[in-house]
């Protein structure tokens, strides 16, 4: 139900319950188990659950499944108390420190017909080696490192995900490596703050061992980029006080890694990113990119943006729109802010009415798509490198793949050209796709 961090976690979670003899279905009628992932980043994401959770009740019921909740919302004390409560047919709960022992719940519950509660509130290792089944045979998803230490103040993840620790340099080659073998194409590199990539073990001295010179995010991008069959990496979230130049120099460098760089804004006004606590002015964020943009040939961003942030007035929201205008990003994702329960955000004093969040959350979005429009029109007469990534959705005589700034292409073309890269020249725009021709 959340990030892609979040989905990387639930392709583990399949791959230990196909191990022990499941499959996946998506009709909960047809289920034996019924498994949610969950998010707590929004409180949006969070009502998701409680909906879900009242439709299963009768089935659950009728037909004695087994329900099992885990992910980040678990971590959050005040949820487990509800659900225990309201929903007492859940029968496992497990937290993000836990997840490799879901089997081990699974089992307990069914042998011992049980509730499980297997929650811990400590900074979980790493466990490698878990079995995972992925959701697509071209583009794969690697975590690098799990946690979070910035506390931006609006931010609940720090305290669901524990403190930030790096994945050992081999074995995250090792996993691309096996993934290249596979015949993936395509590989994004995961993590809350990646271009932190292994700076808590340099300040805290704890031992990594250097594989193929990779001993900082910079160094990680180059070895991924030598690894034969990889045709492109992504990567996701750089926070942008921690973009250094040898990660700007990496990107230039690299040929396979994606010319679009997601680099979260939150907010364009410096007195806002204070309260944030995000560590960087308006100007900083401006100059970081004009540096990589003179930098990095061909560079396109996107961005994060949160409005209504407890205290934001008009003149500082229009910071952000500022921004917006002077960067035209390929892409914003637009959130209303949204109180977290033991963040400091949630302590603030002055929260903005819901209406003037709308309100605001309106004006950023027209904003965004009137550039959107235009931005596309940049592409058409051009061709485009499209990784295909098979048939289109809405229409199965169509083919649908990605640009390298991850703008959806639609164009007809043979089944066989699924899974590889292919020149197309783009002939129209619509907003949220554009159509090629061979
Ligand atoms: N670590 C990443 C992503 C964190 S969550 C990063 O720093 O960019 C993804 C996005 O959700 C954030 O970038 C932020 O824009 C948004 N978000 C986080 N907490 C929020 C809150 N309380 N209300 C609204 N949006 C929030
Ligand atoms: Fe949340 Fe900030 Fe950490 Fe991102 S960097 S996960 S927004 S605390
Ligand atoms: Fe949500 Fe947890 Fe990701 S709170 S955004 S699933 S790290």
Redesign the pocket.
Request: proline share 3%; glycine share 6%.
């Given at each position: 139900m959340g990030?892609q961090l979040n989905e990387n976690d639930s392709e583990k979670l399949c791959g230990m319950l196909e191990k022990m003899g499941y499959d996946k279905t998506e009709d909960t009628k047809q289920a034996d188990i019924v498994l949610f992932n969950t998010c707590c980043?929004?409180e949006n994401a969070e009502d998701k659950l409680f909906g879900k959770l009242g439709e299963l009740k009768k089935i659950k019921e009728e037909k004695g499944i087994i329900i099992a909740i885990g992910g980040c919302m678990m971590q959050e004390k005040h949820i487990t108390d509800k659900i225990k409560e309201s929903y007492p047919f859940v029968d496992i709960l497990f937290g993000t420190h836990t997840l490799h022992r879901f089997p081990e719940d699974l089992y307990q519950a069914l042998q011992e017909k049980r509730k499980q509660e297997d929650i811990i509130d400590i900074d979980g290792e790493i466990h490698e080696g878990l079995p995972i089944k992925r959701e697509s045979s071209i583009k794969a998803s690697v975590t690098i490192m799990n946690g979070?230490n910035?506390f931006?103040s609006?931010?609940?993840?720090p305290y669901v995900r524990g403190r930030e620790r790096s994945r050992k340099p081999r074995a995250i080659i090792e996993e691309v490596k096996e993934l290249a073998k596979q015949g993936y194409q395509e590989i994004t590199l995961l993590g809350?703050?990646v271009n932190s990539y292994l700076r808590v073990e340099k300040e805290k001295q704890i031992p990594f061992e250097e594989y193929e010179g990779v001993n900082s995010f910079a160094t990680l991008l180059r070895a991924i980029n030598k690894i034969e069959g990889i045709q492109r990496i992504r990567f996701v979230?750089p926070?942008p006080k921690d973009f250094t130049d040898d990660v700007i120099q990496a990107i230039a460098d690299c040929e396979k890694v994606c010319k679009l760089i997601h680099l979260?804004l939150?907010s364009g006004n410096t007195k806002v990113l204070k309260e944030m606590n995000r560590k960087y002015t308006k100007e900083q964020y401006l100059n970081l990119v004009e540096k990589m943009k003179n930098k990095i040939p061909n560079l396109t961003l996107s961005t994060?943006?949160?409005v209504g942030f407890p205290g934001e007035t008009e003149e500082e929201f229009k910071d952000t729109l500022d921004v917006v205008e002077k960067v035209k990003f390929e892409q914003v994702?637009m959130?209303?802010?949204?109180?977290?329960i033991g963040?400091p955000?949630d302590k603030m004093e002055n929260q903005i009415p819901e209406e003037i969040k709308h309100q605001r959350f309106n004006r950023l979005k027209a904003l965004v798509e009137s550039q959107i429009e235009e931005n596309n029109q940049k592409y058409i007469g051009t061709t485009q490198k499209v990784l295909v990534e098979g048939e289109s959705k809405n229409n199965s005589k169509m083919l649908t793949g990605r640009t390298d700034s991850n703008k959806v292409v639609i164009f007809e073309g043979p089944k066989e050209w699924i899974g590889t890269m292919q020149d197309l020249k783009i002939v129209s725009e619509h907003m949220w796709y554009l159509k090629g021709e061979k």
């Amino acid at each position: 139900m959340g990030c892609q961090l979040n989905e990387n976690d639930s392709e583990k979670l399949c791959g230990m319950l196909e191990k022990m003899g499941y499959d996946k279905t998506e009709d909960t009628k047809q289920a034996d188990i019924v498994l949610f992932n969950t998010c707590c980043v929004r409180e949006n994401a969070e009502d998701k659950l409680f909906g879900k959770l009242g439709e299963l009740k009768k089935i659950k019921e009728e037909k004695g499944i087994i329900i099992a909740i885990g992910g980040c919302m678990m971590q959050e004390k005040h949820i487990t108390d509800k659900i225990k409560e309201s929903y007492p047919f859940v029968d496992i709960l497990f937290g993000t420190h836990t997840l490799h022992r879901f089997p081990e719940d699974l089992y307990q519950a069914l042998q011992e017909k049980r509730k499980q509660e297997d929650i811990i509130d400590i900074d979980g290792e790493i466990h490698e080696g878990l079995p995972i089944k992925r959701e697509s045979s071209i583009k794969a998803s690697v975590t690098i490192m799990n946690g979070c230490n910035n506390f931006c103040s609006y931010c609940i993840v720090p305290y669901v995900r524990g403190r930030e620790r790096s994945r050992k340099p081999r074995a995250i080659i090792e996993e691309v490596k096996e993934l290249a073998k596979q015949g993936y194409q395509e590989i994004t590199l995961l993590g809350q703050n990646v271009n932190s990539y292994l700076r808590v073990e340099k300040e805290k001295q704890i031992p990594f061992e250097e594989y193929e010179g990779v001993n900082s995010f910079a160094t990680l991008l180059r070895a991924i980029n030598k690894i034969e069959g990889i045709q492109r990496i992504r990567f996701v979230s750089p926070h942008p006080k921690d973009f250094t130049d040898d990660v700007i120099q990496a990107i230039a460098d690299c040929e396979k890694v994606c010319k679009l760089i997601h680099l979260p804004l939150q907010s364009g006004n410096t007195k806002v990113l204070k309260e944030m606590n995000r560590k960087y002015t308006k100007e900083q964020y401006l100059n970081l990119v004009e540096k990589m943009k003179n930098k990095i040939p061909n560079l396109t961003l996107s961005t994060d943006i949160i409005v209504g942030f407890p205290g934001e007035t008009e003149e500082e929201f229009k910071d952000t729109l500022d921004v917006v205008e002077k960067v035209k990003f390929e892409q914003v994702y637009m959130f209303i802010y949204s109180r977290r329960i033991g963040t400091p955000g949630d302590k603030m004093e002055n929260q903005i009415p819901e209406e003037i969040k709308h309100q605001r959350f309106n004006r950023l979005k027209a904003l965004v798509e009137s550039q959107i429009e235009e931005n596309n029109q940049k592409y058409i007469g051009t061709t485009q490198k499209v990784l295909v990534e098979g048939e289109s959705k809405n229409n199965s005589k169509m083919l649908t793949g990605r640009t390298d700034s991850n703008k959806v292409v639609i164009f007809e073309g043979p089944k066989e050209w699924i899974g590889t890269m292919q020149d197309l020249k783009i002939v129209s725009e619509h907003m949220w796709y554009l159509k090629g021709e061979k």
